[in-house]
C-alpha cells in the first residue's frame, strides 16, 4: 500500500516537471546574441513517458475508491485516466463494487454511511458536494402531479408521476385501462434527466391487460453488454403490470429509444387462492442479470431472467420448524446465487440470520446454514443489498425511537460494522451505492 501510494506520488511529480520542461523549452520573443547566451545547464536524464495503458494497469491496482479518489486529484492527466467509463467499468469488475454511500429513507433524504465504516469516507465525500448534489433532483419538470422516487441503481433514480392511481402503482382491478405514469430518469451529480417516451398504445392494446390490479416501475440490472454499470449512460427501465391471471413486463432500453413487452400466463395458477394483496411484487433484488421477488405466501423466488426475459420460479426450504421472513438474494463470492435469509425458529422465538447458496444440482437446494444468532431485544429488517454489503435495520422492542441502528454485513467476509444510526423504520428505503462525485461521469 506504502509502495503504491509512493508510486503515485512520483507520477504526479513526473507530469509536473515534463510540464515545467515544455514551458521552459518554447522560443522567447528576444532571442539573446550567442555572445550574451548563458553557458548552457546540463540536460537532465530523460524520463521515460508512461503512456494512458500503463496508467490504467497501475490504477486498477488500487486498492479502494477513496486511493483512486485521492489519485484523480494529484494531476488532468490522472482524472482524464480514471475517470473514463471503460475503466470504471474495468475497475467494478476487479472487485471494487460502487461504494455504499448510504441510502435514501421515504422522505428523500440522505443517510450516508457513519464512521468507522470503511464507506464513511467516501460518503463524505458526498456529504462535501451536498450543494450540488439533491438527491430529490428538484430541477425535474414542474407539474401539478409530483414526481414520486420509485427506484435507485447505478447512481441513477427513477421518478414517476400521474396516473396508476395517482401515483402509487396500484389500480381497482376492475378495468383495463393501464394508466401508465410518466417516467424520468435523473443522475442527481450532473443535475441531468430523461423524460421517456410513453409506452405505445399499440403495444399495451396487445398485451390485453384485462383485470389490472398494479403497476410498478423499475430500473433493470444491467447486462454484459451495457455500459450503464460502470460509469456510461446507457440504461432500460421496466414496468411490471400484474394482472389477476398474468404479469406482463414492458422493458424500455435507452440505446434503442424503444419499448418491447413479453407476457407470462402461468401467473395465475401460481396465485389461484390467494388474495390479491398478498400476492403483490414488492421488494425486488438483482443478482447476475436476475431479478428476484420473494413470494413468502408460496414459499418460492419469482425470478426474471433478464438476459433471456424468461420468468421462472424457485423452491424455498420449508420445515416446520422454521419460517422465513425475509430474504435478500445477493452475488455469492464464488459466483453464484446466495440468499441472506431472516428466519423464525419456532421452537424458541428466536430470530437467526440464514446463508445459503443456491446449488440447482443439489438434492437439497437450499442447505441453510446459521450466520449468527440475533439478539431478542430487536428486531430486524433485510433493507437491501448493494457496494459489496447487505444493510440491516435493528429496531429496538422496548426502547425509544432512537434506538434503532444499521448495520452491514460484507458479502465476501461477513464482517458485521455498524453503519448508522436511525430514527425511524427504512421501509421504502433505496440504497445508493456509487463512485465519489468527483469521479462519476453524466449517467444519462
Not at 26 to 37: F, G, L, M, Y
Not at 50 to 62: G, N, T, Y
Not at 180 to 192: E, G, N, Q, W, Y
Not at 312 to 320: F, G, K
Request: charged residues 20%; glycine residues 8%.
Amino acid at each position: 500500500m506504502a509502495n503504491l501510494q509512493f508510486l503515485l506520488k512520483r507520477l504526479a511529480k513526473l507530469r509536473c516537471f515534463r510540464r515545467r520542461r515544455r514551458r521552459a523549452a518554447k522560443p522567447n520573443a528576444a532571442t539573446p546574441s550567442p555572445a550574451a547566451r548563458p553557458a548552457p545547464t546540463p540536460t537532465p536524464p530523460s524520463l521515460a513517458v508512461l503512456s494512458d495503458d500503463v496508467l490504467r494497469e497501475i490504477f486498477v491496482r488500487v486498492p479502494s475508491h477513496a486511493d483512486l479518489a485521492r489519485a484523480a486529484t494529484a494531476c488532468a492527466g490522472f482524472r482524464r485516466v480514471i475517470t473514463e467509463p471503460s475503466f470504471l467499468r474495468r475497475f467494478r469488475a476487479a472487485g471494487h463494487p460502487p461504494a455504499l454511500l448510504g441510502f435514501l429513507d421515504a422522505g428523500g433524504g440522505f443517510v450516508p454511511a457513519e464512521p468507522p465504516h470503511p464507506s464513511a469516507a467516501a460518503a463524505a465525500a458526498g456529504a462535501a458536494a451536498r450543494d450540488v448534489v439533491d438527491f430529490a433532483c428538484p430541477f425535474l419538470p414542474s407539474s401539478p402531479d409530483p414526481w414520486r422516487r420509485r427506484d435507485v441503481l447505478d447512481g441513477r433514480v427513477l421518478f414517476s408521476r400521474g396516473a396508476a392511481g395517482g401515483g402509487g402503482g396500484e389500480v381497482d382491478g376492475q378495468g383495463d385501462d393501464p394508466g401508465f405514469m410518466d417516467l424520468a430518469v435523473c443522475d442527481p451529480v450532473s443535475r441531468r434527466y430523461v423524460l421517456l417516451p410513453a409506452v405505445p398504445a399499440d403495444l399495451t392494446a396487445s398485451a390485453q391487460l384485462h383485470n389490472l390490479l398494479d403497476l410498478q416501475p423499475f430500473f433493470a440490472p444491467p447486462r454484459d453488454d451495457d455500459d450503464g454499470g460502470g460509469g456510461g449512460t446507457s440504461f432500460r427501465v421496466m414496468y411490471m403490470a400484474r394482472c389477476q391471471s398474468k404479469l406482463v413486463v414492458f422493458t424500455f432500453s435507452s440505446d434503442t429509444q424503444q419499448w418491447s413487452s413479453t407476457s407470462y400466463d402461468g401467473w395465475g395458477i401460481l396465485v389461484a387462492a390467494t388474495p390479491s394483496q398478498e400476492a403483490a411484487l414488492t421488494q425486488r433484488h438483482h443478482a447476475h442479470g436476475c431479478i428476484f421477488w420473494f413470494l413468502r405466501w408460496a414459499k418460492k423466488l419469482l425470478v426474471l431472467d433478464t438476459f433471456t426475459m424468461e420468468l421462472s420460479t424457485i423452491n424455498l426450504p420449508s420445515s416446520e420448524l422454521i419460517e422465513i421472513h425475509q430474504v435478500a438474494i445477493v452475488e455469492s463470492a464464488r459466483g453464484g446465487i446466495g440468499m441472506f435469509a431472516m428466519v423464525d425458529e419456532i421452537l424458541d422465538s428466536t430470530f437467526d440470520m440464514f446463508y445459503v447458496v443456491w446449488d440447482p444440482e443439489g438434492a437439497n437446494k437450499w442447505p441453510l446454514e446459521r450466520l449468527m444468532k440475533l439478539p431478542v431485544e430487536f428486531r430486524y429488517n433485510l433493507v437491501g443489498a448493494a457496494g459489496g454489503y447487505l444493510l440491516v435495520q435493528g429496531i429496538s422492542v422496548q426502547g425509544p425511537v432512537q434506538d434503532q441502528v444499521c448495520f452491514t454485513v460484507e458479502l465476501k467476509t461477513f464482517k458485521v460494522e455498524m453503519f448508522c444510526e436511525t430514527r425511524r423504520t427504512l421501509i421504502g428505503a433505496d440504497l445508493f451505492a456509487g463512485f465519489a462525485p468527483s469521479l462519476s461521469p453524466p449517467s444519462v
